[in-house]
């Protein structure tokens, strides 16, 4: 994988683009079910922690997510760990402005290496961050990382771009199906520059491994929140 973007590239690349992802609308044009599965998400943690108090967001961009949690609570204690300081300051700034009598933290970083305190959170959220990891001894040690973190009874909420295990299906969801909503986002250019980039920075993995990696390193419960295509939402509980 020498091919692949360094956290140095992917940092810069979302250093540029923080008023983009600061648009909750079409932050994320190229994602399906985007805001879809943030009010899904955001839904299903008030559903399930109604008294909620600590939250950490890994990757968490400009803050999109804690954003829409906090339509659910009047305030929260919420980490925000992300490689972008860009984003972070971002993130900080708008979640500052409407969780009163919340604590807000930012770590800058690689959340594979930052420094966390074990069973100290009731959520984790993991959107559009994990399809970073590389080889399999990454998703691994990045899984039970997670996990430590996690309070019993916690849980990690995970939506991100998906690979097919099949390549016969994976040709058909993300090249046939995929490239066509690009194409009809603007057109086969474009198309060609998402592909690109994917290729160049992401490595994704299909659903099915990522729901059995969740249980191997200790989680109770997974459940499936939403798939369309190529990306899908889901939900481990500690």
Known sequence: MKHKSTLKEIEERFDKDVARFSNMETGQATTLDATYNMELISEGISKVYPKLERVLDIGCGAGNYDVKLLQYYSSLDITLVDLSLPMLEKAKERVDEINIGGKV?????????????????????????????????????????????????????????????????????????????????????????????????????????????????????????HKNLCFASFVAFK
């Open 105 to 225: 933290s930012v770590l800058k970083g690689d959340f594979r290496t930052v420094k966390l305190p074990e069973c100290h959170y009731d959520v984790i959220m993991a959107t559009a961050v994990l399809h970073h990891l590389r080889d399999d001894a990454d998703w691994e040690n990045a899984f039970k990382k997670l996990y430590t973190w996690l309070k019993p009874g916690g849980s990690i909420w995970i939506f991100d771009l998906v690979h097919q295990a099949d390549a016969d299906l994976q040709a058909l969801i993300y090249n046939e199906k995929y490239g066509q909503y690009l194409i009809g986002l603007n057109d086969e250019k474009y198309r060609d520059h998402v592909f690109a980039y994917i290729e160049k920075e992401d490595t994704p993995r299909s659903l099915i491994y990522q729901l059995d990696l969740l249980k191997e390193v200790g989680f109770s419960n997974v459940d499936i929140l």
